[in-house]
């Protein structure tokens, strides 16, 4: 840790983390619900335990992205951040607004639209908290040193936040609701979320493999450059059946299928820059975390995205289990990886001690990845058996449903085993640091 | 590619491409929501009450356990084409009839099954969410959903 004020960034994924923990509780408990539907069903309904389980990703998420931020970018822009007393006060808004939603959904207080259920207050807060961040992080950019790895960064943070405004409208008509509730939903999570990703990635690949920047700075472009020539047109595969004229069929079926080639290319550059650097790095977990992700981000987000992506496929698994397989493995290898990657290289510096812990970490690797892995195919199946039944037979969604319920119950094991997996994690980065790097590799850095 | 891309041609094909693919797409956009005021949904019949459907749909977060037109959290059957498996289009009167007297019914107390909770809705507003459902029943959906189990 070069610069004092990357010390910011420790609160930042310590909200992240505990936000991380409650999002795996509500999930394993509205996996419950499937399988005991009486469970809580007078306490806490299902679609309470749903909308926490989502809208808890969501913030930790961004609190995530925001503690990336602090952290690399006094490194990138040589220079410390402008004002670690408006960062703390950010994140403090940030965490009020988000617990305050998720309080308030307890008592059944919420808007209604999928994903953006925050009451009016907690969006407006949130937006104030992003603004803040966002004048934080770019006013230290602008003092400073400019890589296409904080630029890309900032960009995506501020379209990010920008695209954030069309949760403010809400238009009578459904299919325009529809139409521009994407413009939040899809243009962050497969457009400027990427650039947040892919920047990231080159970050942690910069300083953990010691290749060239000037190599890895120019397939961040070319990255970023595919996720938005084909994720922005790619929208149009959320526009088949909304009411929506017919030409979004073929043309966001060619579009949305090249979604795949910026996490192809993600994998592929992660693993080139891996074998190809000179560096070896004593942060093994870290490496291990970042080619997850760039791994599992390609197989959740483009393999199972493109399973379901072309129109006439889309047809019949549009609004099936299918889409809750590729929703969890995307989210999870994309981003939550990403996160954690970050969050395992940061926290030895910013506890100023050697790489530690990094067999227990590596245990939390492997273990909550293969139990994701395991999430995504039981609902995979799910997805197919209740496509053929329901989309195909045309048989009745209540009798389908009972088809799948031992899908439903290896969905809450392997849950289960995520959140172990989790508790593994925060012990092996929050807890005591009881093990040194080996010899060998700390001479090797 | 190392000889053939530079950093800076990279970086100028993101940014000139990006925006490019953008006012594209934004002008799709533009003719999707002229398309959908004008031709694939019913802006006459979009009443007050439809409109009040819509919110008594919001309040009660029904798309966090249903889906409506494929969108939602499917854990509860797809309601854009509801209206159409009560029979609505052949007979208004018991399609709506049935919709009201299901809602009230919840929760059915059936063990092992997904329990619905009450909502308590007014007579007012569960006429209005089903002048909702019937409108969004009649948006033209290229089709979908391939079967009426939705």
Redesign the interface.
Known sequence: MKYETQRVAYPFFAVAMALFALQIIFGIMAAT??IM??FL??AM????M??SHTNLLVVWLLIGFMGCTYYLMPEEAEQEIHSPMIAYVQLAIFAVAGAGALVSYQLGI?????FL?QPLWSKILITVSFLMFLYNTSLTLMKGRKT?INLVLMLGLWLAAVFWLFAFFNP????????YWW?VVHLWVEGVWELIMASLLAYLLIKMTGVDR??I??WL??I??LA??SG??G??H?????????Y??P?SSIFSTLEVLPFFAMVMFAFFMFWKGRRNHPNKSAMLWTLGSATLAFFGAGVWGFMHTLSFIN??T????V??AHGHLAFFGAYVMMILAVITYAMPQLRRVQPYNQILNMWSFWLMSSAMCFMTFTLTFAGVVQTHL?????????A??EQLQLFYVMRLGSGVLVAIAAIVFFVAVFGPAKEQASASSVAAQ | ??EV???SA??N??YG??LF??L??AA??A???W???T???D?EG?TES??RG??V?????????H????????????LGNVWTRYGGRENAEAARAGIKAWIRAQ?LNI?????M?NFNLDEEELDALVD?LK??DS????????????
């Not at chain 2, 749909?57 to 356990?65: D, G, L, P, V």
């Not at chain 2, 889906?67 to 797809?78: K, Q, R, V």
């Open positions: 619900v499937y539907p009486e069903a007078e309904p299902f679609h309470i749903r909308m919420h808007e209604g639209r999928e259920e296409a009578s008509n459904l299919a325009v609701d529809k139409l413009w000037e190599i700075e120019k472009y070319v970023i450059g938005l020539f922005l047109l929208t149009g959320h526009y088949y059946w909304i009411g929506a004229p017919g979004w069929q043309l047809y019949y549009h609004g099936t289990q889409t809750a329901q989309r195909v037979m045309g048989m009745n969604y209540m389908v449903q | 590619m190392s891309l530079t950093r990279a970086r094909i993101f491409g990006s693919f953008f594209l797409f799709l956009t003719h999707t929501h398309y959908m005021v031709v694939s949904t802006s979009l439809v409109k819509k919110h749909w919001e309040e009660n977060s029904c798309i966090n356990c889906s409506i037109l494929g969108e939602g959290a499917y854990f509860a059957p797809e929760p063990p092992g099954r997904r329990v909770p909702f409108w969004t948006i033209d959906t290229q089709g979908w959903p391939p079967t009426p189990a939705g």
